[in-house]
């Protein structure tokens, strides 16, 4: 789920006590909010930026922003299985997933889609990851919310991770570290692993 919501509610009071002490804070007169809504328009013009496309949330500028259901179309040839469920957990990740866990099955494979972060205070990444006999068969950065080490997105980069198994706390293959990416490069191979080891959980 997406944590970011549109920019009307950064805009807009909700209660005329919306101060930090929750003392009463009196509202914008119509004409001063009448300014700042014309200067935000000419801001957003000098960016490029529609009010539509503000109001459609910060998702449209992450460099990876793609849908789960549009990603697991494509894995499955337009013939999604229904979703199951597995039980979650830590798997080693930073951001433990919640007791249930949906995924998809066909054909001898697994897909799985979660999150994970690359520190404290990172935003989350959503990735989705198949498995096929015990290794990955395929990843891919559904949503990269940061705005830096997107590299971790490249086919060059997941392709090194296609194959990998599970071995111990981590997997059994050498991913080469991307510079200033080293948090992202450590999250990725995380979810990669986290991936192999949920697919165990399951019934073949």
Same mark, same amino acid.
């Given at each position: 789920?997406?944590?970011?919501?549109?920019?009307?509610?950064?805009?807009?009071?909700?209660?005329?006590?919306?101060?930090?002490?929750?003392?009463?804070?009196?509202?914008?007169?119509?004409?001063?909010?009448?300014?700042?809504?014309?200067?935000?328009?000419?801001?957003?013009?000098?960016?490029?930026?529609?009010?539509?496309?503000?109001?459609?949330?910060?998702?449209?500028?992450?460099?990876?922003? $793609?849908?789960?259901?549009?990603?697991?179309?494509?894995?499955?040839?337009?013939?999604?299985?229904?979703?199951?469920?597995?039980?979650?957990?830590?798997?080693?990740?930073?951001?433990?997933?919640?007791?249930?866990?949906?995924?998809?099955?066909?054909?001898?494979?697994?897909?799985?889609?979660?999150?994970?972060?690359?520190?404290?205070?990172?935003?989350?990444?959503?990735?989705?990851?198949?498995?096929?006999?015990?290794?990955?068969?395929?990843?891919?950065?559904?949503?990269?919310?940061?705005?830096?080490?997107?590299?971790?997105?490249?086919?060059?980069?997941?392709?090194?991770? $296609?194959?990998?198994?599970?071995?111990?706390?981590?997997?059994?293959?050498?991913?080469?570290?991307?510079?200033?990416?080293?948090?992202?490069?450590?999250?990725?191979?995380?979810?990669?692993?986290?991936?192999?080891?949920?697919?165990?959980?399951?019934?073949?």
């Amino acid at each position: 789920m997406n944590p970011f919501k549109n920019l009307k509610q950064y805009l807009t009071p909700s209660s005329s006590t919306d101060s930090m002490d929750g003392t009463s804070v009196n509202p914008l007169s119509n004409s001063k909010r009448s300014f700042l809504r014309a200067g935000l328009g000419l801001s957003l013009a000098g960016l490029g930026i529609s009010r539509a496309q503000a109001a459609g949330g910060l998702e449209q500028f992450y460099k990876y922003n $793609i849908p789960p259901e549009t990603w697991l179309a494509e894995v499955f040839g337009g013939q999604v299985p229904p979703p199951q469920v597995a039980p979650g957990g830590s798997f080693g990740l930073m951001q433990p997933l919640p007791g249930r866990v949906r995924y998809w099955r066909a054909n001898g494979r697994t897909a799985w889609v979660f999150d994970d972060i690359g520190k404290v205070g990172y935003a989350p990444t959503t990735c989705g990851f198949v498995v096929k006999a015990g290794a990955i068969e395929s990843a891919k950065v559904l949503i990269y919310r940061e705005s830096r080490a997107d590299q971790v997105g490249t086919p060059s980069f997941l392709n090194q991770l $296609i194959g990998a198994k599970s071995a111990g706390a981590g997997i059994d293959r050498k991913v080469d570290n991307i510079s200033g990416a080293t948090y992202s490069v450590d999250m990725m191979k995380r979810m990669a692993n986290a991936a192999l080891q949920l697919d165990k959980t399951v019934p073949a």
